[in-house]
């Protein structure tokens, strides 16, 4: 079965320092790969995707995810992390050629501390 | 900007009675889906609607569930005889070429 891993509940970071959060999927083919960032009572925000090509894809306010075929993982990085980027962050994969379902992770909510 | 909307923002009910929640999705996109994000919990996918195909139901939980999209616009989820395990909050997403705008979610607490 098609599944998203973000092994990561929460993490605290400083304001400025370097961010990963983690992602694994479980397909048998390269999915479509998102990553969302969700503040406190708002809906989803698409940060960025990967389709196919450039492993490495820029996203909005700074963020970069690469996409490991051989490691299952699409990890998103900041290099510097800001207090306004504290939120919920959700990996997706989707939709796959079984359906049209979109999977997500169960999130991984980062704090953000001066 | 004329983004996902969704209503109410936050629904209150009682056990047993039955809700109806609205979604308003991005003009022009033809998909749209419903998903239930409960507390510590990633979003769980409900119901998809493409153009006037048949709707994938494949994700609603029980039969007390139901949804439209009427004209290809609007949505409205049902959720019948509410029960307390529905609480959680139910977000709206219209699609363009693979990519999902979201809305803000309607709150649902069953008490």
């Known amino acids: 079965a098609q599944s998203v891993t973000q092994p990561d509940i929460h993490i605290t970071v400083s304001e400025g320092a370097s961010l990963e959060l983690r992602c694994n999927y479980s397909?048998?083919?390269?999915?479509?790969l998102f990553w969302y960032v969700q503040s406190p009572g708002q809906g989803l925000q698409l940060l960025l995707k990967y389709f196919s090509g450039d492993t490495l894809v820029q996203g909005i306010k700074g963020f970069e995810a690469e996409f490991k075929r051989s490691q299952s993982s699409f990890n998103l990085r900041k290099p510097s992390v800001h207090w306004s980027d504290a939120a919920e962050y959700f990996c997706a994969v989707g939709p796959l050629n079984t359906g049209n379902q979109f999977y997500f992770g169960t999130g991984t909510s980062l704090t953000v501390i001066p | 900007g004329a983004g996902v909307s969704q209503s109410p923002s936050n629904k209150v009910t009682e056990k047993g009675k039955d809700v109806e929640l609205r979604c308003d999705p991005i003009?022009?996109?033809?998909?749209l889906y419903w998903y239930r994000q409960s507390l510590g919990q990633g979003l769980e996918f409900l119901i998809y609607f493409q153009g006037n195909s048949a709707p994938d139901k494949s994700g609603l939980p029980s039969d007390r569930f139901s949804a439209e999209r009427t004209g290809g616009s609007v949505s409205t989820l049902t959720i019948q005889r509410t029960q307390q395990e529905d609480s959680a909050v139910y977000l709206c997403a219209s699609s363009s070429h693979l990519e999902q705008f979201f809305g803000p979610g309607t709150r649902l607490t069953v008490l």
């Open positions: 003009s022009g996109h033809t998909a």
């Open positions: 397909y048998g083919a390269t999915p479509y």
